[in-house]
Each structure stands twice: as C-alpha cells, then as structure tokens.
C-alpha cells in the first residue's frame, strides 16, 4: 500500500479518527533528508500490516498542520494513536527507528 497524501482537507479524517495507528512524514521537496527518507516510509507503508497505516504531509502545501504539531525541522516523523501524538523523530533515521516507534 502506498502512504496516504495528508491535507488540511482530510487530516482528522485519516489521522486524528484513525481507529489504528498512523505513522506521518512531515516532508518538503527541496529537503535533501526528505528525499532520503521517503524510499524508507514508502517501503514500511508497503510492509504495512493490518495494524498501522503510513501517511504523508507536506508542509508546503499544509503548513497549518505543522504549525499546530510545532514541525520545525524536516524530515519529522509522529506516530498518532488514538487521535494523539505519542512519539516524534526527528531527522534522517534508519527504518529500524520507525519500525520501532511502531511498537
């Protein structure tokens, strides 16, 4: 399965009313460690099991999302459960890391 594009439009929808836990990759075009990351969030939303999902937002176009969640730097991963923030990466991290915030 391929992430979710995350907007404004359907944030509390796919994210906020989840009834699994979804895994978001706050990301930009122009961002050199973005770009290195996406390979891995795409490859662990194609692994995905039943029981996460895998999303993306770009801040560009939703900066209003990272705004209320205080992104200030990208690549920053947040994995939501239950409609709340429950972990936070920072940075270029190997898929192992994200793998594990899943746990």
Do not use: H
């Not at 906020?16 to 979804?22: G, Q, V």
């Not at 409609?83 to 994200?98: H, M, P, Q």
């Amino acid at each position: 399965m391929q992430p979710i594009v995350i907007t404004v439009d359907n944030f509390e929808e796919k994210v906020l009313k989840s009834p699994k836990k979804i895994l978001i990759d706050f990301w930009a075009s122009w961002c050199g460690p973005c770009k290195a990351l996406s390979p891995i969030v795409d490859e662990i939303a194609e692994e995905a099991d039943d029981s996460f999902l895998v999303g993306k937002v770009n801040i560009d176009e939703n900066r209003d999302i990272a705004l209320k969640y205080k992104v200030m730097s990208i690549p920053t991963v947040i994995l939501f459960e239950n409609g709340e923030e429950v972990k936070r990466s920072v940075g270029l991290v190997a898929k192992e890391d994200l793998l594990n915030m899943l746990q």
